[in-house]
């Protein structure tokens, strides 16, 4: 049997198998409250051995694109307690994934065309976020100029974050993992070309650079028990103009290591660069490791047998595959996902596709 369908122990949350549902925005949200109909994908999908969720923004400051979920308000909460209660009845589980995109944002998605916030006030070049243009209709428009955090901002953004992870335990989620990647607010903070701040929470010091993303695990963990928080990170992806830095191996493994110590539910890395980064990398992390991006069942397979990882999530192929774990235990063939119905739309190309042997899932509306 492949190791894809061993049992795991997530610090006491036992996964059917090692097969995790990658985070997904399906920009699907038209007012920030989940929907009925995501409660029926998400609820399809529950044959995952974990589900992370798409993100979810932990305030209004920490919005970055348009028709996504938040989770700071009651009626969000009542949303999401929707997807928990669907997902669990088809014993899943399931994880929330807090985000706080920093500057990768627009003033008209922002509360009261408010500029987005980062750890200095520098644009992100080259980086387009989905928003609404100067005439008010929805678009793809350059991130808007932020301004910098000052410390009463930082402390704002934590206490955010804590209270995002209490409201997503409040909705019924089995764990929160928080966003650290794609080259929003927390790896701005880590990255040392981009944060140039003369203050603890940034500079050349690699400790101040962390400080931020630390201190909101750490946050998180008093409210919540670390052992229900994951860091979602990926070094070296490049995205939304962050780029190479001195230092940066050395930033990314005192990272590892500093989780390490922490005793979390697991550390989520995509982009982690090179083989060799992602062996230096795993042996600086000593808790769970679940990594992400590309994988193959055949190379999902080996890397689960070489002890390279401990879980491994699939992204796309959960958008077309309901029942991914159950195909692949079959050998059974798989759909592939049309690209134009990633972002927006309604139930074309979300909870349309159908499982390989149809079934039928009891969702409340
Ligand atoms: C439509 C789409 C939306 C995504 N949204 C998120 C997201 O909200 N948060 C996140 O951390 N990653 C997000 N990702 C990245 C995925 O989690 C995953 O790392 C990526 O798709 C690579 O894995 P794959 O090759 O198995 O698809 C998204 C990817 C896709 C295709």
């Known amino acids: 049997m492949s190791a894809l369908f061993e049992p795991y122990d ?59 979920p938040g989770i700071h308000s009651e009626a969000q909460i009542a949303g999401w307690r929707r997807t928990t209660d669907a997902v669990h009845r088809a014993e899943g589980r399931i994880f929330a994934q807090l985000s706080h995109v920093g500057r990768v944002s627009h003033t008209s998605v922002q509360e009261n065309g408010a500029a987005p916030v980062a750890p200095v006030a520098v644009a992100a070049a080259q980086t387009s976020v989905q928003a609404f243009n100067a005439k008010g209709e929805p678009s793809q428009v350059p991130a808007s100029q932020p301004i910098a955090l000052d410390l009463a901002g930082i402390r704002g953004v934590i206490d955010d974050f804590r209270r995002a992870a209490r409201n997503a335990m409040t909705a019924g989620f089995d764990g929160v993992e928080i966003h650290a990647g794609n080259g929003y607010l927390f790896e701005q903070f880590i990255n040392g070309g981009l944060n140039t701040r003369e203050d603890h929470y940034g500079g050349t010091p690699i400790a101040n650079r962390l400080r931020l993303l630390l201190e909101t695990v750490d946050a998180i963990s008093a409210e919540i028990g670390s052992t229900r928080v994951g860091v979602r990170v990926s070094p070296f992806a490049r995205l939304a103009d962050l780029h190479a830095f001195e230092g940066e191996e050395a930033t990314w493994l005192a990272l590892a290591g500093a989780l390490s110590q922490r005793n979390l539910a697991y550390v989520h890395a995509s982009h982690l660069g090179t083989s060799a980064f992602q062996a230096l990398f795993r042996s600086a992390y000593c808790g769970t490791l679940l990594l992400a991006g590309g994988f193959t069942p055949e190379t999902a397979a080996q890397a689960l047998a070489d002890r390279d990882t401990d879980l491994v999530a ?28 990633f972002y927006g739309g309604g139930a074309e190309g979300y909870t349309d596709y159908p499982s390989y042997t149809p079934e039928a899932w009891a969702v409340p509306a």
Do not use: H
Not at 26 to 47: I, K, N
């Open 314 to 341: 699939f992204g796309k192929p959960f958008i077309a595959n309901p029942d991914l774990v159950e195909r692949l235990r079959n050998d059974w063939p798989l759909a592939e996902a049309g690209r134009e119905a």
């Open 10 to 68: 997530l610090a006491g949350l036992k996964l059917p198998n090692r097969l995790v549902m990658a985070p997904m925005t399906r920009a699907r949200v038209p007012d920030t409250v989940p929907p009925a109909q995501m409660a029926l994908y998400y609820a399809q999908r529950a044959g995952a051995g974990l589900i992370i969720t798409e993100s979810a923004q932990v305030s209004p400051q920490g919005c970055g694109y348009l028709c996504t």
